[in-house]
């Protein structure tokens, strides 16, 4: 599975970004996905996630603010970010595992990654 996020870039505080991340493979409804995200200095860190089955999870501090959806017929996954913060700000990625639940995902769970795309909310 090859994963390409895009969607990221510059936006003040409170307003909204769309990330998409697109796959290839013919199995990709059989796949978990879940976007993560890493700040500078930080490590990275789990941020939603929605399973093969259409379970989602979120990180505590994204709960309310974002919602992540998909489309098997498309290979897509999305996030959509509103009412966006300055420490929302880091390198946005997408993942997928292999028939994995939404509460199962975490960093080392993850199969294959994309490239990330940059998230910048300015105050």
């Known amino acids: 599975v090859q994963l390409q996020a895009s969607g990221g870039g510059l936006v003040q505080a409170g307003g909204s970004l769309r990330l998409s991340c697109a796959a290839s493979?013919?199995?990709?409804?059989?796949?978990?996905m879940g976007w993560f995200r890493q700040a500078p200095g930080k490590e990275r860190e789990f941020v939603a996630g929605?399973?093969?089955?259409?379970?989602?999870t979120y990180a505590d501090s994204v709960k309310g603010r974002f919602t992540i959806s998909r489309d098997n017929a498309k290979n897509m996954v999305y996030l959509q970010m509103n009412s966006l913060k300055p420490e929302d700000t880091a390198v946005y990625y997408c993942a997928a595992a292999w028939r994995t639940t939404a509460q199962a995902m975490g960093v080392q769970r993850m199969n294959y990654w994309g490239k990330g795309t940059q998230v910048t909310v300015s105050s």
């Open positions: 493979g013919r199995t990709f409804s059989s796949y978990g």
């Open positions: 929605i399973s093969w089955s259409g379970g989602i």
